[in-house]
Nanobody, 125 residues
């Protein structure tokens, strides 16, 4: 059974950090692009970052560039999103998604086939 499981969300003060994990089960992330998305109440889903698991290339939304870092650990079949200097505007449910990808680079505009259930991130004092 193909599954993506996010973890690592929680409540953090402004300026704090969190690391989200996206573990794949039932398939290997090799040959896939993996994206992180978020959706805040009343807002549209936003693509945050993606990584091409084959060539390691990454992409970030302007809103998180310089603060968030996406990475992968193929031995653990897991992708991470390191989030630093968190702001209240980063509060959202964060989802990871994956799809087979055979091209250079990655894009959060990809129609990802597999999605996780989401993990809540709340940034508040």
């Amino acid at each position: 059974q193909v599954q993506l499981v996010e973890s690592g969300g929680g409540l953090v003060h402004p300026g704090g950090s969190l690391r989200l994990s996206c573990a794949a089960a039932g398939f290997t992330l090799a040959g896939h692009a993996i994206g992180w998305f978020r959706q805040a109440p009343g807002k549209e889903r936003e693509g945050v970052s993606c990584i091409n698991n084959s060539d390691g290339s990454t992409s970030y939304a302007d809103s998180v560039k310089g603060r968030f870092t996406i990475s992968r650990d193929n031995a653990k079949n897991t992708v991470y999103l390191e989030m630093n200097s968190l702001k209240p505007d980063d509060t959202a449910v964060y989802y990871c998604a994956a799809d087979k990808w055979f091209f250079p680079g990655c894009s959060v505009s990809t129609n990802f086939a597999y999605w996780g259930q989401g993990t809540q991130v709340t940034v508040s004092s």
